[in-house]
C-alpha cells in the first residue's frame, strides 16, 4: 500500500463517522397570535437542516400575555454547544425549552397534547 493511499482511507475513516452521527433539526420560527398564525416565508416556517456541529435539536416556546397580547413564539434550532446536555424540557409552561437527541425530534412546541385537552376542558367549564 502506497503512502497516498494510506492517507487517503485515514481521511475517510475520520469524516465518514462524523458525517454519519450529524443529527437533523427542524429550523425556523414562528408566532401565533389570538390564534392565528402570523404570515410566513412560502415553504413553512420550518425546514429541514443537519446540524454538523450538534448532538442534540432545540425547541422554544415562550409565551406573552401582556397588555392583552396573547401570542407565543416557537423557535426550533440545532442544539447550541453548551445548552443541551440531555432530553427534556426545562422551564414553567410560559417559558419552555426543549434538547431532544434524535433525528427531527423538535417538531412538538412543548405542550404535551393530554395537558393541552385538559386545560381546553377546564376553560369550558370554569367559564365565567
Known amino acids: 500500500m502506497t ?3 494510506a492517507i487517503r482511507l485515514a481521511v475517510f475513516f475520520v469524516l465518514v463517522p ?3 452521527a450529524a443529527i437533523q433539526c427542524w429550523v425556523g420560527q414562528e408566532t401565533v397570535s389570538n390564534g392565528r398564525r402570523l404570515p410566513t416565508e412560502i415553504g413553512g416556517p420550518y425546514q ?3 446540524c454538523n456541529d450538534a448532538d442534540f435539536c432545540f425547541n422554544s416556546y415562550v409565551r406573552r400575555h401582556k397588555k392583552g397580547d396573547d401570542s407565543y413564539t416557537i423557535t426550533k434550532s440545532c442544539g447550541e454547544v453548551g445548552k443541551c446536555f440531555e432530553d427534556g424540557c426545562i ?3 410560559d417559558e419552555k425549552n426543549c434538547c431532544c437527541s434524535d ?3 423538535n417538531s412538538s412546541n412543548g405542550l404535551i397534547y393530554p395537558t393541552a ?3 381546553i376542558i377546564l376553560s369550558l367549564v370554569f367559564r365565567p
Open 103 to 105: 433525528n427531527m425530534c
Open 48 to 50: 429541514s437542516v443537519q
Open 91 to 93: 422551564g414553567p409552561g
Open 117 to 119: 385537552g385538559i386545560l
Open 18 to 20: 462524523t458525517t454519519l
Open 3 to 5: 503512502q497516498i493511499s
